[in-house]
């Protein structure tokens, strides 16, 4: 089973930019979808970004135009590139894995594995 490990996040004023990676390991990282998800405080867990195993990309409309997904299947690492930071992006971002990758998944519950979390404070 596929373990992932994000890293990336910290604190940044509006306007900032962050980029955010998650490392898998133990499975066959190439086969995966892989999405990032958000959870800001007093809220549920909201849709970010996903990329297929052929890299095809969902963004969700309040990040299209500054958040980018991608991956790199040589170094099995998805990533995140946040541009144009908000105080509302402020949240706990977590990678998440579905072992079908011929799809873009949007919901959390067609993902099986997840990471940890890491944390993205946008102050203003």
């Known amino acids: 089973q596929v373990q992932l490990v994000e890293s990336g996040g910290g604190l940044v004023q509006a306007g900032a930019s962050l980029r955010l990676s998650c490392a898998a390991s133990?499975?066959?990282?190439?086969?995966?979808?892989m999405a990032w998800f958000r959870q800001a405080p007093r809220k549920g867990l909201e849709f970010v970004a996903a990329?297929?195993?052929?890299?095809?990309?969902a963004h969700s409309d309040s990040v299209k135009g500054r958040f980018t997904i991608s991956r790199d299947n040589g170094k099995n690492t998805v990533y995140l590139k946040m541009n144009s930071l908000k105080p509302e992006d402020t949240a706990i971002y977590y990678c998440?894995?579905?072992?079908?990758?011929?799809?873009?998944?949007?919901?959390?519950?067609?993902?099986?594995?997840w990471g940890q979390g890491t944390q993205v404070t946008v102050s203003s």
């Open positions: 998440a894995a579905a072992p079908d990758g011929s799809r873009l998944y949007l919901r959390p519950d067609q993902y099986n594995r």
């Open positions: 990329i297929s195993r052929s890299g095809g990309t």
């Open positions: 133990g499975g066959t990282f190439s086969t995966y979808g």
